[in-house]
């Protein structure tokens, strides 16, 4: 069992930066593939990005791709997202989800991940 804590949410102007985090307890966070995912309001849960248990595989939503790094730290059982270049439609409450899973490609899908954070929200103000 993981339990999964986002932090590093907030209010910040359009074209500044956040970088949230996703703390684990539990479990063998290295074995774990991490993703990130938000929700807007009125909208369904999309997916953000993901990296693979070594962190040398990531994988993005088109949205965010070459402004959104996904990283982890599995020493500090530890994943991040740095946000750049933040836009209005960037606010949502973002989720890191886990989930361990064999193979090499991305996993993209909600439904595919197990563990799931409370949520951070990151608002933009234009």
């Known amino acids: 069992q993981v339990q999964l804590v986002e932090s590093g949410g907030g209010l910040v102007q359009a074209g500044g930066s956040l970088r949230l985090s996703c703390e684990a307890s539990g479990g063998t966070f290295s074995g774990y593939v991490m993703g990130w995912f938000r929700q807007a309001p009125g909208k369904e849960r999309e997916f953000v990005a993901t990296?693979?248990?070594?962190?040398?595989?990531?994988y993005y939503a088109d949205s965010t791709k070459g402004r959104f790094t996904i990283s982890r730290d599995n020493a500090k059982k530890t994943t991040y997202l740095q946000m750049n270049s933040l836009k209005p439609e960037d606010t949502a409450v973002y989720y890191c989800a886990a989930v361990v899973r064999a193979g090499l490609g991305p996993v993209v899908r909600e439904r595919d991940y197990e563990y799931w954070g409370q949520g951070t929200q990151v608002t933009v103000s234009s």
């Open positions: 990296i693979r248990e070594s962190g040398i595989s990531t």
